[in-house]
């Protein structure tokens, strides 16, 4: 580890679901954290895990030269950035913030010119991967902005991740997680509507998803859910309510460049719909039940014994 990266603690804002194992992770690379998160109970675990807690945005910008963000939405990020009781006032020329959330590269951009103003540097780092990758450390991180503040908090990077791609300017990052999220949005759409499709026309469910799993229509998300499908799980996972902004993201930038991409639409309305069903605070497996109602069926084990 180059401790010369981190003179000071580094920052972490953030430490929910994703952002607890993140944390934890750059403590195990030997990095000194502060932490912030306006959920006390999330603070209590980080705590435990070996990291210092601070009572608000503008004690972590006045003491850390290096902040990294796992926030939910554009909304929250600006908030924390550019709010009265953000970090803004407290960022001096050298720092650099590192945003591994998802947020809207149009706001990543203007927020990259705002602090660029003061000298910061302003890093866009969207993360791919679920809460178990973000604990093992094995997340894929997509980066925009300047090289040289990547360089410079790449050991961080590869403390969190294990594939680390450097994307180009800024916002680049987040336009790279926006294509990676509505490929993984599709195949869980396609899902979604080809396993009741096979059961209406006569196939085992579990038969089915155990070859398709080996065989050459297999992904990352029909790996994912497909099994949760058969159980009726819908618990696990990223909430569908909160995933929409994926497909919020697309759509705008389809409507800004006057395309219209019809495998995109078809899965974005497989999400809306599940959405309108009340299926928002589920994993995305349950898209797979707006199909079933449609064609009459259930994805599920057959009873056993």
Known sequence: MNRSVAPSP?????????????????MKEGFPLLAYDTNGEALDRIVRCGARTAESLTRVGGICERIILMLPDT??????????????PQLKAGHIIIDCGTTHPDFTREASRILG?????????????????????????????????FHAVEPFLNAMGSSIYYMGASGNG????????????????????????????????????????????????FDTFAPLVLERNFGPGYPMAS?????????????????????????????????????GNLNKGAMTRVWEAVLGVKVQKAPHG
């Open 174 to 221: 987040q336009l790279a997680k926006i294509v990676n999220n509505t490929l993984f949005n599709i195949s869980c759409a396609a899902m979604a509507e080809l396993l009741p499709l096979a059961v209406r026309v006569g196939l085992d469910a579990e038969k089915i998803c155990e070859a398709v799993m080996n065989g050459s229509g297999q992904s990352y998300g």
């Open 243 to 279: 995933a929409r902004k994926d497909m919020d993201a697309i759509t705008g930038i389809l409507e800004e460049e006057g395309m219209k991409l019809p495998v995109v639409a078809a899965a974005a309305d497989t999400f809306q719909a599940a959405l309108n069903q009340g299926m």
């Open 117 to 149: 103003d003061l000298g910061v540097h302003f890093l866009d780092a969207p993360c791919s991967g679920m809460s178990s990758r973000a604990a093992d450390g094995t997340l894929t991180l997509m980066v925009g902005g300047d090289k040289g503040a």
């Open 75 to 88: 909304r929250v990020v600006e908030t924390v950035l550019l709010g009265d009781e953000g970090l803004k």
């Open 10 to 26: 580094v920052g972490f804002i953030g430490v929910g679901s994703m952002g607890s194992g993140m944390a934890c992770n750059l």
